[in-house]
């Protein structure tokens, strides 16, 4: 091994030339691969084709219609909808958003099917009609029809008649042509419209749609406002840290080249980008660094003690290469576990992050060292005051090592039993911030009406036409009132209301007839009578499938999180059990999928952090050499994240999709400073024959400087990660940053004590 590093360090320096010149055109057309990259912005991109609750919820929609949909809440700022106004702006919002591309359905108090009787036919007719000509009396009548409604109470209207919504579904096509963007362009030109046409009325906008273009929105924003934070801020720590210009500009070329190269093979790989992978750059970036500034370090550290220029670039590659070649292979094999996940785009994230750590580790072993020594660098005697700030502390640790080893236990046994706080929850609208108006739009929908959770029940009679068996009704319609007396239930859309309706119309609107048919050939044509009358659009198709055996049963709630919605959608599936178990079914829908997607990922990244555990236990004692060492560095590598979900606990309790990937995310994170204290102190014993305490000693001023310095660049990238305004992302950067503190506070003060502990009697 010794002389293969000998052999590496002296090819380098050597045909440095050479070197640069091939790992140059290596970066850019590695680079070339990045127009190939495409960008997703579809909310279903974070469930695999596997995926139980995805294949039943395209099942659903083949069933019925595949729609997404576009969402308008109209609040009159008078607090009443039902004025000449208000009114003439649902009737106008309704008959310009057939003009949206891909609509398919509108619904609204404008045009809502009423149902009266008048002699011996049924009247099926729109609520609205010019509303400015409306005399108040005529608003009455609308106002209490609304108002007592089940269909339109909470879904399209407020039980104060304060708020009313206006849905626009829209059908994909099946050609490819779909562009969620022309869509979501189209219906802000028209929220923009209505605010112009009536300023006394306040317009949210919200829906499916909106919500995907949010996702694409999502990394722009990311990237624009984060990687120049982040950029700057790791040029500042460069700077200070190495106090080179040129050994800035070098380390800043093979992080941009790191980059660049994992964003390019991502596109020549084939893999899409989503606002979950779009952070790879910043994660890249920041973790490109810590290569490059071990070996920098090592290299002014070599020259001031009387080494030529080459000759200390020649040891800084003799000293480094082996430990850094174990840090980037264990962060990528910590990365390349991502692929355990259920959710394609950490899968994503993790290939892209190991494709970027491998090539860092590239240039930084040849790139690097070979423009070094072609380029004229110098070095100063101020840069030698760390080593005596790391001096003095690797002095007070020796002299106060007990003390501060049991601190240290007391630190990770109180910060790990946060972990008994920790839940399962996740809230797919609170993914965004409020920086994004459909979020505060959602916020506002689910505070006044249904909120856009919810579950779908695919109720299947067994038999052609069964929908109008009255024993299926009266079940179905149970079944509904049960979900309306749920606590958490907003709103539940079923056709046994309409039944009921058509009822009481068939019986000259005789209230004591608001019931279902009692007969079969009755409900069927009810039912065939009213669906004559609909409208274009308005049609019972995605309530109804084909042959009439199956109805779909919605039920919507505000945000309860995925804890609330699996819950409720399991005391539903209980209740069919009890009460007709030839109905019984799992509950479906977007909600449903997301709800589960959660527990779906930890369950198999606990896996993936288990594989990655071995790995790289297995590459530690490999590459140490030493079993009692390669052991016991297992400590400070899996105890951060073990801190870091217990603070998580103390601080938010709530645990979701994101730092669902944490452990196996950050474990080859964090083994970066372990692994070289470790090869440092080794190296001390072994080459130098020293005691544990110098050993130490020596750990610290060889490389307590670089560990600090790639420590605050980790935690500054990660950081500035944390401010961005999607969740996912927001909380990976949080967890990681935590985790990352930890983690020098151990490998500082928990490493040391424990290795004097250990060997003091060697």
Known sequence: MQRLKNLVAEIVVQYRWLFVIVFVCVALLSASGMSRLVFSNNSRMFFSKENPQLQALE?????????ENVLFILAPKSGNVFENEPLAAIEFLTEQAWQLPYSSRIDSLSNYQHTKASDDDLVVADLI?????????????????????PMLLHSLIDPDGSVTAVNINIIK???????????????????????????????????????????????VKDMKA???????????????????????????????????????????????LTPASANAPIIILTLAVADSIHILVSVFYQMRTGLSKNDAIRESLRINIKP????????????????????????????????????????????????????????????????????????????????IFWSMIVL???????????????????????????????????????????????????????????????TVDAFATWFRNQPEV???????????????????????????????????????????????????????????????LTVSTPNIGTSGILDLERRGR??????????????????????????????????????????????????????????????????????????????????????????AMTLGIVVDDTVHFLAKYQRARNVHGMNSEDAVRYAFNTVGSAIWVTTLALVGGFGVLSFSGFQINSHMGAMTTITIIYALILDFFFLPTLLLKLESSK
Do not use: C
């Open 59 to 67: 099942a659903l929609e083949k069933t019925y219609t595949k729609v």
């Open 129 to 149: 009609s010019d509303a400015e000509a409306l005399s108040q009396e005529e608003i009455a009548d609308i106002r209490k029809i609304a108002l007592h409604q």
């Open 173 to 219: 096509p099946d050609d490819g042509s779909y562009n969620i963007d022309y869509i979501s362009n189209a219906a802000l030109q028209l929220q923009q419209l209505m605010e112009d046409k009536y300023p006394a009325i306040d317009i949210y906008l919200t829906g499916g749609v909106m919500i995907d273009a949010a996702f694409g929105e999502a990394p």
């Open 226 to 272: 984060l990687i120049p934070v982040m950029f700057t801020l790791l040029l500042f720590l460069i700077v200070v840290s190495l106090r080179s210009v040129m050994a800035t500009a070098i380390t800043l070329l093979v992080i941009i080249f790191s980059t660049i190269t994992g964003l390019g093979l991502a596109g020549w790989t084939g893999i899409i």
């Open 324 to 403: 850094v070649i174990i840090t980037s292979v264990s962060t990528a094999v910590g990365f390349l576990t991502m692929n355990f996940s259920d959710a394609p785009p950490f899968r994503d994230l993790g290939n892209i992050v190991a494709m970027g750590v491998i090539a860092a580790l590239l240039y930084s072993i040849f790139f690097m060292p070979a423009l070094l020594a072609i380029l004229p660098v110098r070095t100063t005697k101020s840069q030698s005051s760390p080593n005596k700030i790391f001096s003095i502390l690797a002095d007070f640790i020796i002299t106060h090592r007990n003390p």
């Open 412 to 474: 990770i046994l109180v910060t790990s039993s946060g972990l008994s706080k920790i839940h399962l929850n996740d809230e797919f609208i609170k993914y965004f911030d409020n920086s994004y108006p459909f979020r505060v739009a959602s916020d506002f929908s689910a505070e006044h009406l249904a909120g856009l959770e919810i579950i779908d029940w695919n109720l299947d009679s067994g038999e052609e036409g069964g929908i109008n068996d009255p024993k299926f009704l009266q």
């Open 490 to 552: 907003r709103h539940v859309y079923t056709i046994t209301d309409i039944m009921k309706r058509l009822n009481k119309n068939m019986h000259n609107d005789d209230p004591l007839y608001y019931r279902l048919p009692e007969q079969r050939d009755l409900a069927a044509q009810y039912l065939l009578l009213y669906e004559m009358n609909l409208p274009f659009g308005l049609d019972l198709n995605n309530r109804i499938n084909i042959d009439k055996s199956a109805i779909r």
């Open 574 to 663: 209980e209740w069919l059990m009890l009460h007709s178990p030839e109905l019984t079914t799992y509950g479906s829908g977007l909600s449903i999928t997301f709800a589960y997607i959660s527990k779906r990922n930890i369950n198999y990244m606990l896996k993936g952090s288990i594989v990655a555990l071995l790995l790289i236990s297995f590459i530690m004692i490999f590459a140490l050499k030493d079993l009692k060492l390669g052991l016991l560095s297992l400590v400070p590598n899996l105890t951060p994240a073990l801190m870091a979900f217990g603070t998580w606990g103390f601080l938010v309790g709530q645990v979701g999709l994101a730092v669902s990937v944490m452990i």
